[in-house]
């Protein structure tokens, strides 16, 4: 930790700063500038008490980390990529994946329909809703348990492996017994019970970035999954909430980068929420793709404008067809089969 | 809901909107413009499904709800202002209520040295965290139980209420046995079961503003606790997360007058989380005396750059008490108590 | 400057840093950490050349300045309140002041009436735009000449000093003639030719905060205006863009403890601006006099919704009347006359 | 335009409404639902003057615009895509265009040098800034006219067109004597007198998107140049400002896909501003060609730790000739040349 003091004060407000810096277990290194003191405190920051109480002292100014606060998930704790294996499909890897379904499940015809179509077209993964979180509470919540079942007979029809959100710490385990990857809302994904709940299936956790969330507390988030003991982590890009109001959301390309550099951990991006408009899904998959994604995770469905979540943000079948015929070059172009 | 045709379009396109207009159960209103041409869908909004399936239709501008969302929290539904009353203290009456106690609750010493000041300072209601959410997995999660165990004991020494957080569905039984105030925090605003679970123990429910939440979508989700027989609802403004890096949150002060203008529930303001930084409290204090707030939230330690959390931002119990008296005359000329 | 190196780097990449420090002219000095070597560069960073250079270097994990970028507007180089005085009305001393009129000057009726009722209702500078920015080329753009012309006789007429925005290098001279404060809007907020420009005319400045501005930006641009040997400066909050959309911008009130404290330049809070509804302005501007503002800048029209900008924030003449009654109470409670 | 009634408003108050809108030239269409009335108001918004005055009314819940506020930027005004020749390079055609050059030119040595390496690596116009708009009055502003002439010179030498950034209305015939396309930087995107005075010069403008500019207001301001009678306008995306702070900004690429559906005027990309560090560059160019781009807009240096500004986003020679090789293949991907 850095710690900057203000210009003008006593010897004695200095002792004390040193004196709590020494009684927290660093070890303290005066620097005299021409314009400030400055005192580095030696000493690991991820066991030691975190410095920050002094922030609220009037002799100091600033108080800067030197380390990073997220360890497991970090490049630095393994430096290579991590892959994550669901009934053979490897996210991750050399292979690029796309997760596709719709938003809510509704009934077998339709969840069946899509997931047959979706394979054809070369979607490895289906997804669906079955618990929905809404921001009203007289919207569609989803269908709760049969959901599940419906998912998981379009698996047992189609061989895809399923994901699907949980919402809720009580159903951890029946969400567990149904899907292969779990999702982490981006509403929930600083509750962190639920990343604990879900970590402790021991299934693969895709965790959403907040609408407000910076890339480090994105990370600690992460964290919170790989610390209980569940390896199996994937962030996901959904857009984030800026002063725009043209799309939903701003979706945020520069993390497939910047997740890459940071951490191990495979980027997937979801530019149905990110765009909240299917006029802008094509462009942002070829962009996803291009910038080194590993996997999609979009919306689909039969009939988009009969849909009782999101209808405008869903792509056709037809539509997705067409889409994974255009990200082929894209993809051979970006290096991944 | 208004819903306005792209120019240009066949009759055979605009057919199909109108079709599905009345499929959804409205009575389609055509009105024809220089420019565009307008449907309003007749029919109450709140039982009828949304239009906003529409937008993904490609002859179609966009879709516009005529109708707010909110029932049940609105000023519409309840003209009146709701009061609040825990153990004889009401909140939202003339009498302006101010809660404060520790970001933490740390030890016996410190929560019953903070309640006893508190209170003599002239607080009517005692804050402190059992469960705290972190950002980080390695730092303080708070006591416990045995920190809403030192809570009671401090009630029962000093006779003030208390207010203290739910973190998960699993603990809203145990929390709600010792304390008076449950607090949904800014991370969970929009976790929905911890919402439900909240409002069915039947105690008051706190609902803090999420980082990026509008205001649309706070009294939406206050709906939920409503919704679930709950009619106790305190809106609680903590700072919304925006470019700014001076102060760790924005603190949204209009958030006074407009959910005094859109809803019956109290409004409460923190200021400690708003800012981020002790030096910045009073005179936000003051911003929300003046403008119309029911109380405020504060935290307040006996050694602040001791704490476990949030060092920088709690006020001491000198400073607290020197705040207080400030107040007076500004809470005098707000015209309360 | 501190500078962090990352883990694990070379002897020799470690050497090419410090010769860099050494190169731009500081001395440093090495600290090395359990986890990171920190290395300190002493010296004088508002005299040397900025050291941020090496956040490209492969070596290097981040830079972090010491010192504060601005001088001329700090209270460092200035410890004591600064004050503006125009035809005897002095601005950031005891006396609040009240800057009231028209959002744009329409006619002289419109202009003398407002005069007149606002200096009846207790203001004590005019405003009122004679040069207006619009989003959109085909609104309304202002009187121009006209309206600077029609001000001037508001003042002959009333006495009260008159504010009005400056949007051209090539109307600074003209403006000036006319105007007692020019005003420099959110927009043209770090257009620093125009903020140059009015500098060097002598008239205070009146600088309003940009939309997605943080406070050390406008700090910095407030510091072109002092270092254009121009010492009356007046910081004015005015909203910023956030995510909400229920009012125009959010408008924050943090801005005044925090320029107060930074700063010994007045603040001026527009809360027409900062809510873009008149419905509002009476409790924001509650909020400002309790959190202790300099003054406010209110937009006032005989017949608001007949305005040619604006209309929907604008108080008639009669609300202003009872928004400076309801003020009374309130600025005696804060100390001011 | 559509005005909606508050419930329970009484019939005097309604009649109030609708004279207004007669008032203002429209023709009122009355629409009575279940919860609200709304009234149409029938008439070409760009002509008539706006309704939104009708917010300011108490027996008005809101009023929403029905058309779009630009007209000549839009693909309704031109449904086929613009293209601009600067010396025989062609942009929003076929082939794709790479503007590069250095942030700065600060000597005749160094821009040559970046002159000739970036024509060879393949980029077909100079970009480099004579005059620089520095948060900080302490910062290098430029070499001004000496810098345009290195430009000419360079441009003389290689046969590259050359962009520069014009910060002044005063100097815009001298930029335009030296440069074949303006830029409108983003700070001064709403600087509209310098809009005017850019697009009088004639020369092609390419119009950078403000850091807190919405989409609309983007177009709003390019509708400026189009309006003054200068057909030649790009816009720019650079990154927004948002709450994330690993980045300097958020590049907000779905701005390529929204400018090509809304605009016929072609879109470039600044992936260097747009995240503020040059390890991020690579991929954020490959998702802007992946996505339908026009053009890019790269900072180069031949010595990036030595530029006298925006040092840390700067690629090298080599890093650029590198950048330039791996997007072939996605340039082909994309369908471009």
């Given at each position: 930790m850095i710690i900057v003091l203000k210009p003008g004060i006593t010897k004695k407000d200095e002792a004390a700063v040193i004196q709590e810096i020494k009684h927290l277990g660093y070890k303290p290194h005066i620097m005299r500038g021409i314009a400030r003191t400055v005192i580095g405190a030696i000493g690991d920051e991820q066991t030691?008490?975190?410095?920050?109480?002094?922030?609220?002292?009037?002799?100091?100014e600033s108080v800067m980390p030197v380390?990073?606060?997220?360890?497991?998930?970090?490049r630095e704790a393994h430096p290579a990529d991590s892959t994550i294996e669901v009934n053979g499909v490897i996210i991750g890897g050399p292979k690029f994946q796309v997760m596709a379904g719709p938003c809510s499940v509704e009934s077998e015809e339709q969840v069946m329909e899509t997931a047959i179509a979706v394979k054809e077209a070369g979607a490895t993964i289906l997804r669906g809703g079955a618990f929905k979180p809404r921001t009203?509470?007289?919207?569609f919540q989803g269908l709760g348990k049969k959901g599940l079942q419906l998912l998981a007979k379009a698996r047992k029809e189609t061989g895809l492996p399923v994901i699907t959100e949980l919402l809720s710490e009580d159903h951890a385990e029946l969400v567990a017994e149904y899907a292969d990857i779990l999702q982490i809302g981006a509403r929930n994904s600083q509750n962190f019970q639920l990343l604990i709940a879900a970590a402790k299936t021991g299934k693969p956790v895709l965790l959403k970035r907040g609408l407000a969330m910076r890339i480090e507390e994105w990370l600690l988030a992460g964290e919170y999954v790989l610390s209980?003991?569940?390896?199996n982590l994937l962030f996901c890009e959904r857009g984030i909430r800026t002063?725009?109001?043209?799309?939903?959301?701003?979706?945020?390309?520069?993390a497939i980068p910047i997740i890459k550099r940071e951490s191990h951990c495979p980027i997937v991006i979801d530019p149905s929420q990110g765009a909240g408009r299917a006029d802008l899904v094509h462009s942002l998959c070829k962009g996803a793709v291009a910038m080194g994604a590993d996997a999609l995770l979009i919306e689909v469905h039969p009939n988009p404008s009969g849909a009782r979540s999101d209808a405008a943000q869903q792509l056709t079948l037809h539509d997705f067809s067409r889409l994974m015929k255009e990200l082929q070059p894209l993809i051979q172009a970006a290096g991944r089969e």
């Open positions: 030691h008490q975190t410095l920050e109480v002094l922030t609220g002292w009037p002799q100091v380390q990073k606060r997220y360890k497991l998930v970090s009203s509470p007289y919207e209980n003991e569940n390896p002063f725009e109001t043209y799309t939903r959301n701003t979706l945020d390309l520069s």
